[in-house]
């Protein structure tokens, strides 16, 4: 485990099933991930921890993604194209963020997962519960 002591945040990895796709993200060992009940979150399951750009950090296996977009073509859902599993994305909601997706993390860096509903089938008037996760 890699800790950033002044701001409280330990180096979290992470990655797809098949392992082409490896990533560290810096955030606390306490995790509030936002559960989804949008269209594409509520098929995959996919338990949201946004965080600013800096501090994301794809390891390994740039080239074995594939991106998928839809609607206002602002969020891209990046899926591993060998094993299929989105393990992180850029959201619509912070566009200058990742999004990555607690359930791909491997897990011996958390302490506990606090889950919070969000209600993405109603995304234009709660976009703003989101917006100031990735400053």
């Not at 950090?57 to 998928?68: F, I, M, N, P």
Request: with cysteine; net charge neutral.
């Amino acid at each position: 485990m890699t800790a950033n002591s002044s701001a409280g945040f330990v180096t979290h990895r992470g990655g797809c099933h098949c392992g082409a796709v490896q990533f560290e993200v810096m955030a606390e060992t306490i995790i509030e991930a936002h559960e989804c009940n949008c269209s594409i979150c509520q098929k995959s399951g996919y338990l949201h921890l946004i965080v600013p750009a800096d501090r994301f950090r794809l390891q390994s296996g740039e080239a074995e993604l594939s991106v998928y977009t839809f609607n206002t073509g602002i969020a891209r859902h990046y899926f591993c194209r060998h094993c299929g599993i989105k393990s992180f994305y850029v959201p619509r909601s912070n566009p200058q963020g990742f999004s990555v997706n607690v359930r791909c993390l491997e897990g011996d860096t958390i302490e506990r997962i606090r889950i919070l509903q969000f209600d993405g089938r109603n995304w234009e008037q709660n976009a703003q519960v989101l917006a100031h996760l990735s400053e």
